[in-house]
C-alpha cells in the first residue's frame, strides 16, 4: 500500500467511525472521557486515560479506544468504542469496526480481532464490517462465528444503524 492508499484507508475507517458514533449520539449516548486515576476499583472500565468509574458516568455512555482484555498474544486490547448503559448488557458492550474499502489484508486481520474477543475480551463484542473491499467468504466466516455471547452480531454499517435503534 502506498502513502496515499493509507491516508485514504485511515480516512474512511475514521468515517465509519464517526458514523458509528453518531448513531451511538443519536440513541442518548454520551461520550464520556474518565479522569485519571492511579487505583482500581472492581467497578472500572479501564480506559489508557485512567479508569471509567461507572457509578461517576452518565447512565448512557461511550468510550472510545478502551481496554477490554488481552489479544491472543497477550497484549493490551483496545476496542473501538465501549458502551454503558445498554439494556441487553449491563456489564458493557464492545464495538468494533473494520472498514475496508479495496481488497487487501483487513480479512487476514479478522480471525486474530475474533480469536482475541473470543478468549481475551472481558465484554461481549459486536463487529461493524463494511467498506465494499472484504471478500465475501471472509464476511461469511465472520458471521459464522457470532455465538451470541461473546461475539454478539456481525454487521454491515446499515444493518447496524437499524440494530442500534432497534436494540439500543
Known amino acids: 500500500m502506498n502513502p496515499s492508499q493509507a491516508l485514504r484507508a485511515e480516512r474512511t475507517g475514521l468515517t465509519a467511525e464517526a458514523t458509528i458514533l453518531g448513531t451511538l449520539r443519536g440513541r442518548g449516548y454520551q461520550e464520556y472521557a474518565?479522569?485519571?486515576?492511579?487505583?482500581?476499583?472492581?467497578?472500572?472500565?479501564q480506559h489508557p486515560l485512567g479508569l471509567i468509574e461507572l457509578d461517576q458516568a452518565p447512565p448512557r455512555h461511550v468510550v472510545r479506544q478502551c481496554l477490554v482484555g488481552t489479544t491472543i498474544y497477550g497484549t493490551p486490547a483496545l476496542a473501538d468504542f465501549v458502551i454503558t448503559g445498554a439494556p441487553h448488557w449491563p456489564r458493557g458492550l464492545a464495538i468494533e469496526s473494520k472498514w475496508q474499502y479495496a481488497p487487501g489484508s483487513v480479512d487476514e486481520k479478522l480471525p486474530f480481532l475474533v480469536f482475541s474477543i473470543q478468549r481475551g475480551y472481558s465484554l461481549p463484542t459486536v463487529i461493524v464490517a463494511d467498506g465494499g473491499g472484504h471478500r465475501a467468504e471472509a464476511?461469511?466466516?465472520?458471521r459464522r462465528q457470532v455465538d451470541g455471547a461473546q461475539l454478539c452480531g456481525v454487521f454491515s454499517i446499515v444493518e447496524f444503524l437499524t440494530w442500534a435503534n432497534r436494540t439500543l
Open 34 to 45: 474518565p479522569p485519571r486515576r492511579t487505583t482500581t476499583t472492581i467497578a472500572t472500565i
Open 139 to 142: 464476511l461469511a466466516w465472520l
